[in-house]
């Protein structure tokens, strides 16, 4: 059984830092790209950023180009989101994603499995 547990998020001032962190398990993802996406109150779920297979490239959403970094460990199966400058409009729950493929895209049918998510909340 497939599943994506991200954990790390939390009540942070504005201009704060939070590493999120996802830990896949039920097979090997270190084939597959993987996100991050995210979903304030009452907006649909969007794109932050994602990462290939191999780490080699990656992307960003305008908004978190710059401040946030995305990162995989293969060995350990995880996928990590270093959020940086943290402003109050980065309020969500934030979601890792494992895409169909190698390369990552941004839409949310392109990703197979997805976590819980895990809270980030930033205070003015």
């Known amino acids: 059984q497939v599943q994506l547990v991200e954990s790390g998020g939390g009540l942070v001032q504005a201009g704060g830092s939070l590493r999120l962190s996802c830990a896949a398990s039920?097979?090997?993802?270190?084939?597959?790209?993987m996100a991050w996406f995210r979903q304030a109150p009452g907006k649909e779920r969007e794109f932050v950023s994602g990462i290939s297979w191999s780490g080699g490239s990656t992307g960003y959403a305008d908004p978190v180009k710059g401040r946030f970094t995305i990162s995989r460990d293969n060995a350990k199966n995880m996928v990590f989101l270093q959020m940086n400058s943290l402003k109050p409009e980065d309020t969500a729950v934030y979601y890792c994603?494992?895409?169909?493929?190698?390369?990552?895209?941004?839409?949310?049918?392109?990703?197979?499995?997805w976590g819980q998510g895990t809270q980030v909340t930033v205070s003015s």
């Open positions: 039920g097979r090997t993802f270190s084939a597959d790209a």
């Open positions: 994603a494992v895409g169909l493929g190698s390369y990552y895209y941004t839409r949310e049918r392109d990703y197979e499995y």
